[in-house]
């Protein structure tokens, strides 16, 4: 498999996914806004010019949430998400699709109005808003946390997804001063040795 990634992307998390399960994949490096992520070459491979994409032999995907089942479907062997029929499975896929449905559209607010456009073009009132709704987000996961030291059962692939959001909004700065639970919940992730290998890739 081959992984076309960037730091401090969601190819984070495919990385992660593919050093939790202990296989092997090549890597495509870019930095974020690299001109080569829009060459033509690319864009056949993703049309938005993004990460993360996926190649597996003549299969190519893209979308972070559609690689993970992907590679679970193909090479998880069950692990990483519990049984179908369950209702742990049902709370597993919740959580799965919970980062990109709620946390992760207000964080890609915040990071275009504070670092991709110009201070000029810059609209604090976006910030405002969109830094309300993330704490909004946040509180669910925190809520889910109460009692639990992962979103669905064991460690499964939704904090692969969902925790990955989490720690992002938490270098942007997200406020966990009312989230007691989401500091214990990042450090458990963040001792995990296979999101320290995608981290440092």
């Not at 080569?36 to 990460?51: F, K, S």
């Not at 987000?137 to 904090?159: C, H, I, P, Q, T």
């Amino acid at each position: 498999m081959k992984l076309y990634f960037a730091p401090n992307s969601r190819a984070v998390r495919i990385a992660w996914l593919l050093e939790e399960l202990g296989l092997d994949y090549e890597i495509e490096r870019f930095t974020l806004g690299d001109k080569a992520m829009r060459e033509p070459d690319y864009l056949d491979i993703h049309p938005m010019g993004r990460v993360p994409a996926l190649e597996d032999g003549e299969i190519r995907i893209f979308e972070s949430g559609a690689i993970v089942q992907y590679i679970l479907a193909i090479y998880g062997h069950g692990q990483l998400q519990p049984p179908t029929g369950t209702p742990a499975f049902a709370d597993y896929l919740q959580w799965l699709h919970y980062c990109e449905g709620m946390i992760m559209p207000p964080i890609n607010s915040i990071v275009v109005e504070t670092v991709l456009l110009p201070p000029e073009r810059r609209t604090e009132l976006n910030v405002k808003r969109a830094t309300k709704l993330l704490n909004q987000m946040l509180m669910a996961v925190n809520k889910r946390l109460a009692d639990r030291d992962y979103l669905a059962g064991e460690f499964s692939a939704a904090d692969i997804m969902t925790g990955h959001s989490v720690i992002v909004a938490e270098r942007l700065g997200a406020d966990f001063s009312d989230k007691p639970n989401l500091p214990p919940y990042v450090e458990r992730l963040k001792s995990r040795p296979a999101l320290q290998k995608a981290l440092a890739l």
